[in-house]
């Protein structure tokens, strides 16, 4: 068999795989045609049926049907359901939440996938919808209301009334202790979150992320607020941002420190002059699920004991 046969033979047999996949996604979606239909955040009318075989995309997801008591009823979960520390050593991963395969999903033979809207690719998304596996998409709203919101709607999609209303009670105990501490310890840093460096500039947060949202739970400032999204900067930009400090993930952030500190831009800023950089556990702190309040009540203590310059202008 010449290369170019190979490569032709290789192709027909991942066109037909997915297609048996896809097939086999269309009978388990027939057959969970019972049930009451919902209206997921993207305005579809689904029929979840039963919803014996969940694949959980999104760590506030899985945290949220493990603390339903639902995990029994997971058969995959994505890279990012890092807690309970149980779902990915227990369940198979599907990968990245934002590079899902739908082969892979699939495979799992799920009787729904419950995702959060912001997962992707939409490649894969859409051909999961066409596999006619029920699939729902969860508000990723960040923000406290919408934390609240997907709770109950997750709780009610589990026919867990009862315990939705009990975690809800919960969360919104615990933001008020959040806005009651806040209220006693007013903040005034100006917080960069870094997500990463790509090739020695650092990746950091805007707004509309959820790095945005929890600095804002805390009641400081995000110096990267005049920004939308993940954007990379340069010297000059950082230097402009004024950051008094740095936030980043727990995963990783030794390069990122290293980095920083050796940039001379950095240096000339407040939280390069007094090396004011906090690091969190990624998912903690960035999931927007049911830890949420207690991250943002950790991250704004943290922020309150940083003897930290708030101009973020050279001494």
């Known amino acids: 068999m010449d290369m170019r046969t190979k490569l032709i033979t290789r192709r027909l047999f991942g066109i037909g795989l997915t297609t048996g996949l896809l097939a086999a996604g269309s009978a388990v979606g027939a057959l969970a045609a019972d049930g009451p239909v919902v209206t997921d955040c993207r305005g579809r009318r689904v029929n979840p049926g039963k919803a014996r075989r969940i694949v959980s995309v999104g760590g506030a997801v899985t945290e949220t049907l493990y603390a339903l008591g639902a995990a029994d009823r997971i058969v995959g979960v994505d890279s990012t359901s890092t807690w309970p520390e149980a779902a990915l050593h227990d369940k198979p991963s599907v990968g990245y939440m934002r590079a899902l395969s739908s082969e892979g999903v699939l495979a799992l033979r799920p009787d729904l996938v419950l ?20 699939v729902i998409f969860v508000d ?10 997907r709770t109950r709607f997750i709780a009610n999609l589990m026919q867990a009334g009862a315990e939705g209303d009990r975690l809800c009670a919960d969360l919104s105990r615990r933001f008020e202790t959040l ?78 420190r290293k ?57």
């Open 140 to 149: 990723s709203t960040p923000s406290a209301e919408a934390i609240v919101d």
């Open 179 to 256: 806005t009651a501490w806040r209220a006693a310890h007013p903040l005034a840093q100006r917080v960069l979150f870094v997500m990463r460096m790509t090739n020695n500039r650092p990746m950091v947060a805007g707004t509309g992320t959820a790095a945005d949202a929890v600095i804002r739970l805390t009641g400081a400032v995000n110096a990267g607020a005049a920004m939308q999204g993940y954007k990379i900067v340069d010297q000059e930009n950082l230097i402009a941002l004024k950051p008094d400090v740095i936030l980043v993930m727990a995963q990783g952030s030794e390069d990122i």
């Open 115 to 134: 995702t959060m809207n912001n997962a992707g690719p939409p490649t894969a998304l859409d051909q999961l919808m066409a596999s006619r596996v029920p």
């Open 259 to 315: 980095n920083l500190l050796a940039d001379p831009g950095f240096r000339l800023t407040s939280a390069g002059r007094s090396g004011a950089i906090i690091s969190m556990e990624g998912e903690r702190l960035l999931g927007l699920g049911l830890r949420t309040p207690d991250a943002a009540l950790e991250l704004a203590q943290k922020l309150a004991e940083m003897p930290v310059q708030t101009t973020g202008q050279p001494g």
